[in-house]
């Protein structure tokens, strides 16, 4: 089965955790030649280097798999491990190189969309996401899962042609204790 809709979100453990790995920025894919080293084909592409490469041959294969699909590309949010581990500027740099990608695969007609979890969202203020929307500074709690859920179908109501007029937003029970220790 085909999906009408993907929503990707992720990141946070590259920029949080793997600092020994480079997390790159919009230049690792800002031109035509960096693009067709990176990616050519389904099944032929290169090992990425940074997260930044690795995101676009991701999407680049998601676009060639499920091309009617929308995809809705989501900001790694504040989280204390990045900007604890000095990793802000890592952070920006991640989420400035997928602004830049949706983008780039906007502009060629594509159905890729940005969710952008910190600026348009409003939450750019450090404590405020991790004392409210965070159970163990890193993974989102009940408030942070709605925070997250209302970023994401605000802008499927904004963008989505599957469905419109006849969708529904229901209300989402977690339960989040089975899943994190707090």
Same mark, same amino acid.
Request: net charge negative; hydrophobic share 35%; with cysteine.
């Given at each position: ?5 993907? /929503? ?6 590259? @920029? /949080?955790?793997?600092?020994? &790995? ?12 960096? &693009? ?5 084909? @389904?099944?032929? =592409? ?6 930044? !490469?690795?995101? =676009?041959? *991701?999407?680049? &294969? *998601? ?6 699909? !929308?995809? =809705?590309?989501?900001?790694?949010? @504040? ?15 991640? %989420?400035?190189?997928?602004?830049? #990608? ?11 969309? #940005?969710?952008? #979890? %910190? +600026? ?11 004392? =409210?929307?965070?159970? +163990? ?7 942070? *899962? ?11 109501? !904004? ?6 007029? %006849? ?7 977690? %339960? #989040? ?6």
């Amino acid at each position: 089965t085909k999906p009408d809709m993907i /929503a990707v979100y992720m990141g946070t453990n590259d @920029i /949080a955790y793997y600092t020994d &790995r480079p997390v790159g920025d919009r230049y690792d894919v800002d031109t035509a030649s960096e &693009r067709s080293y990176l990616y050519t084909g @389904i099944n032929n =592409y290169s090992t990425p280097s940074t997260a930044i !490469e690795a995101y =676009y041959i *991701m999407l680049c &294969r *998601m676009l060639d798999t499920y091309g009617d699909a !929308e995809i =809705y590309c989501m900001t790694p949010s @504040i989280c204390m491990n990045a900007m604890s581990s000095g990793r802000k500027n890592a952070l920006l740099s991640f %989420n400035d190189g997928v602004a830049y #990608l949706v983008d780039y695969f906007a502009g060629q007609g594509k159905k890729v969309y #940005l969710v952008d #979890l %910190n +600026n348009d969202a409003g939450l750019v203020d450090y404590d405020t996401v991790r004392y =409210y929307y965070y159970c +163990n500074n890193v993974h989102p709690d009940k408030a942070g *899962m709605d925070w997250i859920s209302a970023c994401l179908i605000s802008e499927i109501m !904004e963008h989505s042609t599957k469905g419109k007029g %006849n969708a529904v937003t229901y209300p989402v029970t977690y %339960n #989040l204790t089975d899943v994190f220790v707090k």
